[in-house]
Each structure stands twice: as structure tokens, then as C-alpha cells.
């Protein structure tokens, strides 16, 4: 979703400046030790930025209102009987099923149905959308997949990982159905399911590819705190980092309360004295991946996912992440992006977690939309979570996502960056 017109000098400048900066980094020496094994003192502990926010009441259920928007209607699913799946004027009955009644997911669920919505009331017309609640047990799930099945034409969910394995292990998807997670499960999905949920292992992946092409011979240093989501990341891009030739060292780093321990970056410091790699993967949040670059400085070409994006807060400045690249959607590094630019912004998303179930909403809807219009074919979309592309392999969907790559200006925000397609 990069903007065409400036493509060509945005893939100009940061090859340049990654020329300039791997020429610079055998020469360049690390900060001086200000204290606390942290240049700079940042000793505080401060809460990651992508972590999820503290638990609260959920909001009591509601249900979305039908839409009044009608137009020609399509022979979509047809009925046993030659009836058509859908009312006269509706092109598709679309059901989001989302845990709305759950105490833990119930915030999360209410930041995609909104998302969803906002697809709706831009591009709803001839699609009807019902609203399905659900809560957490895959029980509940289950039954409220089959009663979504049965009065409509897609399903759009489940939402928590959990829930989408019950779903895909089960003989119930008999529609169309947009998942919203990904699920550990060791059997292939039921061919009418197609998964388009967020995966940080993808953008992993994906920049390991941006990596390489940036440093054909680059030797990694991969590093990680032990939450369960950074080893599922480190996982996924060293095992696609080996795949492409490369080689790289992993180092993990005790985190406390969202602090680096002192210790531990004093030791990494003298390791790269020794030592010093062509670049570093950061499996880490933007404060934790602040803490290093403040101990080891920023010479080194970094990498890193979309949890390392310390947002775009007015007056806040994050120096020690200048230069650091990452992959994160469209809707949170281009909002001026126009086709990110067309939909609202929600007001009470206080998060970039949140933001991003919105943006996922959004896209959920579009992609409904082209099953829909589209159905039992594939398609492409320039969504606000990234390039989607959608294929069909003996029946069954398959989809890829390509997210923006952006390189981080303090003071500036975001700056575009050309990966390959």
C-alpha cells in the first residue's frame, strides 16, 4: 500500500542509509556507561505500549442494527429448494461472531465490531450484518457458530485463538467463514475457512526476507525477552533466516515489570565489543527494544515487529529508536494513506492493540464482502491491515498478508520503506 509517487525515492534513500550505517558500524563505538548498565538512566520501569490493558467490566452486549441498504439481489448460496440464501434487495446475510460476553476478550471483541461496522456503513450495501455474541468456553462458541451458520450466508469470527481450533476441529463450518485468529490445530482447515487474523510470527517472517535483501550476508543477533508471544517470534524468524542461508547468535534478556535487567545489558554491551553482528532482530516491545538501543546505541541496522512501534504520542520522543525498521499495518504507520484515510478513527481505542482489532474489523468486513460478490474465487485487496491476497488451492482458501514496512524518525513518525512484494 505504498504510496506509488514517492516508491522510487523512499527505496533510494534507505538503501543509502543502510549502506551508510553498515559502513559505519565497525568504526562506531557503543555510548558511554551512564549508569545502571543503561546510558542515559532509564531505570524506570515503564509498561509496554502493545500490552493488553488491564481487565474492566464488559460492556453489556448489544446488538448491531440490521442495514436498510438494499440492492439487486445476486444468486449467492442457494437453498436446497432454488430459494435464494438471502432476502429480496440482499446480496449476502453476513453473521460477526464475536465473545462480546466474555469477561477477558469482551474489549477486544467490541474494538472489531466496530471495525466491522465502519466497513459496513462505507461499502454495506446489499449485505445484511447480524451481530452473534458468544462467550469463552468452546461450547458456547460452537453453538453460536451453528446458529450463525444456519441463518446466514459467511460467518465472520470466532475471535480468540481457542475458539477458532474448536471451530476448525469440529464438522460445523458449512458456510463460508472468516476467521479471526490463527489455530494451533494438526489437521487442514475445512476448505471453506479462510484465516486473516493478525500474526506477529508472519511479520517475523516477513522481515527476515526484508533482512536479507538489505544484508545479503548479514550475520544476526536475535534477541528476545521470555514472554511466550517473543519466543513464538524468535522461532518464527530464525527458522526462516537459516532457510534463506543465514546465520545468527540468540541472546535472551530477563525483563521485569517491562525493564531490561541492568546485568544482563552490561553483558550484551561487552559482548559486541567483542563480537559485533551485521544486524539485530529485536523480538521485543518498544520500550524494552529503547532500554538496549540506549545501552548498545544505534549504529547497528535493527529490525523488529510491530510490538516494537512506540506509537505516534504527541510530545513524546523515542531518540534511542531512530532508525530501528518494522513491519506493522497500514492503519497505524499510514494513516495519510488513502485508503487508510477513509474510515473513522475510533476515540476510545487507547491502545495500538486496539487500534489494531479496529483496523482487523475493517478488513474482516471487506474481505466478507469479496466472498460475497466473489464467491469460491480468489481476489486481492489493499486493506488497512496490509496487502491481502486470497487464493483458491483445490478448494480451500489460502491467504497471505504483506504488512507496510516502515523505518522509525524521531520527530517524524514513520517513514516509508520499498520491501519486495
Known sequence: MLVNKLK?????ATAAATVATVAGCASTPLPPDLGCGVPGGLCAPAEPNTSAP?????????????????????????????????????????????????????????????????????????????VVASGDSAEDTLRAYARAAEQNDIVVGPLARSAVAAVASSNVVTKPTVALNHP????????????????????????ADWAAQEQASGRALVLSGSAAWQQRVVGA??????????????????????????NALA??????????????????????????????????????????????????????LDGVRLLDLPWTIQPEHPQV????????ADTLDMQRLYALGIDAFRVAREVAQHPGSGFELDGVTGRLSVRMNNGAYAVKRQEAAAVYRDG??????????
Not at 65 to 85: C, D, K
Not at 282 to 301: E, K, Y
Not at 341 to 348: A, F, K, L, N, Q
Request: zero cysteines; a negative charge; glycine letters at 8%.
Open 8 to 12: 522510487g525515492l523512499l527505496a533510494v
Open 54 to 130: 488491564r481487565t474492566a467490566p464488559p460492556p453489556e452486549p448489544t446488538s448491531a442494527p440490521r442495514s436498510e441498504t438494499r440492492t439487486i439481489p445476486i444468486e449467492l448460496y442457494p437453498r436446497e429448494n432454488g430459494a435464494q440464501a438471502a432476502a429480496p434487495g440482499v446480496q449476502a446475510r453476513v453473521a460477526l461472531l464475536l465473545p462480546l460476553e466474555s469477561g477477558a476478550l469482551g474489549k477486544a471483541a467490541e474494538s472489531v465490531r466496530a471495525g466491522f461496522m465502519a466497513g459496513h456503513e462505507r461499502d454495506g450495501a446489499g449485505i445484511e450484518v447480524q
Open 184 to 207: 494451533q490445530i494438526d489437521r487442514p482447515l475445512p476448505a471453506q475457512m479462510l484465516v486473516i487474523g493478525l500474526s506477529l510470527e508472519e511479520e517475523a517472517r516477513q522481515v
Open 237 to 262: 524468524f530464525t527458522s526462516h533466516w537459516a532457510r534463506l542461508g543465514h546465520n545468527n547468535a540468540t541472546v535472551d534478556l530477563p525483563v521485569i515489570d517491562g525493564y531490561v535487567d541492568a
Open 267 to 320: 553483558e550484551l554491551r561487552k559482548r559486541l565489543e567483542i563480537d559485533r553482528p551485521d544486524l539485530v532482530f529485536a523480538a521485543l516491545d518498544a520500550n524494552q527494544l529503547r532500554q538496549v538501543r540506549s545501552a548498545i546505541g544505534t549504529s547497528l541496522p535493527t529490525y523488529g515487529v510491530s510490538a516494537a512501534n512506540p506509537g505516534r504520542t504527541a510530545g513524546a520522543g523515542w531518540p534511542e
Open 341 to 348: 484515510m477513509v474510515y473513522p478513527r475510533p476515540v476510545d
Open 412 to 421: 517524524l513518525g514513520f517513514e516509508a520503506a520499498a520491501t519486495r512484494p
